[in-house]
Every structure is written in structure tokens, then in C-alpha cells.
């Protein structure tokens, strides 16, 4: 019965992790985060492509996910990540994943990058999410937020501020008048980290402690 209630309260296209949501209540925070955030950018696409632009990105593509040096995280999102990766990531990818974490050194490709793919893909961050290139791919260790900023899709704000007055209760700001006061100053910014410095390694080690836990309990 409760399963069915939380599937029907979920909005058509936005992920569902109805059991995980239970037990994890930001988790619900941020995937109806991650559904505004991806609807503002199908919009923003739409109104490109309406002036004939399409975007270079493309399966495959991911000179980004190796060579750029400031790719924007919250904390929540991290939260977001350490979740996916220490519960839900199986098999051969698994191993890659931990590996990479482990090894990781500041400026290495991102950790999450598996045989050119995103492994994280549904719980990519906001920033990941919203970098889509037009005209041209992105050449090796260039990034064009700062070589070619035109070339750049700009979000359509409603939706990337809707998403952040989402996830503010995370943080313990649940006044809606106090969320909105700390996107209109940016302050909502002041938490945020980069990929590339975070600390990869003990989220391997996390990982590994799930992975002994779950032996045990065999
Ligand atoms: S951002 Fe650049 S490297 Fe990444 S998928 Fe798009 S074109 Fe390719
Ligand atoms: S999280 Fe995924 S999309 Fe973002 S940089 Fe890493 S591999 Fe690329």
C-alpha cells in the first residue's frame, strides 16, 4: 500500500527510488531536484535547436568528465553519489569505480568516469547535468566555459533556482522565505565544492565497509 501511495505522489519522469526515498528523505529532495533542473535544460534546448542549434554533446563524448578542472558539487549531491555508488553499483563497474576512487589525485579524470561513460549517470550532479556545448566538441583538456562561452548552454534560472529552494531543507533552512532570501544573494553557492578536490578516497573506503557489511551479513 505505501509503495503504491509514494509511486502515485512521484511526478511522471522524475527518478524513483520509492524504497531508498523511505529511508533516505533528502534522497526525494534531490531527485525532485534533478527532475526541475532537467526539465529547465530540455527547455533551454528547445530554444536553442528553435535558432537551429544543436548540442555537440554525445554519447561517447567526454573530454569534460577527463580534463575539466572546476566541475561545481553541493553536499547534498555528494551525498547523492556516495549513496548510488556504495549501494547500487554492481558487478565488474563496481570494482573500476573503487579503484579509481582510491587512486584518485586532485585533477585526475573524474573518478565516476567508467570506459568513457558516466557510471553515476541518474545521480550526476546539477552542473554535469547542465553543460551542454553547441557548435563544436569540446577539444582535448578544453573547457569552453571558458574558451567559448557562447558556445556554452545557459539554464533557464526559474528552474536551477527552483531546484536549489528544493534541496535547501537539507542544509536545515526549511522557511520558504529564508530559502528564496539565500538563492537571490547567492549565498546558496557558499557551500558548494569542486570534483576534482574532493576526497575521493574515503568514499572508497565507505564503499569497502559496505561491501565486508554485506559479506558478513551472508
Ligand atoms: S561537454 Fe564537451 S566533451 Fe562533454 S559531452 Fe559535451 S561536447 Fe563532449
Ligand atoms: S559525474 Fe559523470 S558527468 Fe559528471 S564529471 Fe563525473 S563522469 Fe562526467
Not at 542549434?53 to 577527463?66: I, L, N, T, V
Not at 555508488?85 to 567508467?114: M, W
Not at 528552474?159 to 549565498?187: C, H, N, Q, V
Amino acid at each position: 500500500m505505501e509503495e503504491k501511495k509514494a509511486k502515485k505522489t512521484v511526478r511522471q519522469g522524475r527518478l524513483n527510488f520509492a524504497s531508498d526515498e523511505k529511508v533516505h528523505p533528502w534522497l526525494s529532495m534531490l531527485l525532485e531536484a534533478y527532475y526541475l533542473a532537467d526539465k529547465g535544460i530540455a527547455e533551454a534546448l528547445k530554444a536553442e535547436a528553435r535558432k537551429g542549434r544543436r548540442p555537440a554533446c554525445a554519447k561517447g563524448c567526454s573530454h569534460c568528465c577527463k580534463t575539466h578542472q572546476t566541475i561545481p558539487v553541493y553536499p547534498i549531491e555528494l551525498v547523492g553519489l556516495s549513496w548510488y555508488v556504495t549501494e547500487k553499483i554492481n558487478g565488474p563497474e563496481r570494482g573500476v569505480i573503487k579503484t579509481q576512487l582510491n587512486n584518485y589525485e586532485e585533477n585526475d579524470p573524474c573518478p565516476f568516469l567508467v570506459e568513457g561513460a558516466c557510471s553515476v549517470h541518474p545521480l550526476r550532479p546539477v552542473s554535469c547535468r547542465q553543460f551542454n556545448v553547441f557548435n563544436k566538441p569540446c577539444a582535448e583538456g578544453e573547457d569552453p566555459y571558458y574558451t567559448r562561452r557562447e558556445d556554452v548552454l545557459t539554464p533557464i534560472r526559474k528552474y536551477t533556482d527552483r531546484a536549489f529552494f528544493i534541496m535547501l531543507p537539507f542544509y536545515g533552512i526549511r522557511s520558504e522565505a529564508e530559502r528564496w532570501k539565500i538563492i537571490e544573494s547567492g549565498a546558496v553557492h557558499h557551500v558548494v565544492k569542486l570534483m576534482q578536490t574532493c576526497n575521493w578516497k574515503s568514499l572508497a573506503e565507505k564503499m569497502e565497509e559496505f561491501d565486508s557489511k554485506m559479506m558478513d551479513d551472508k
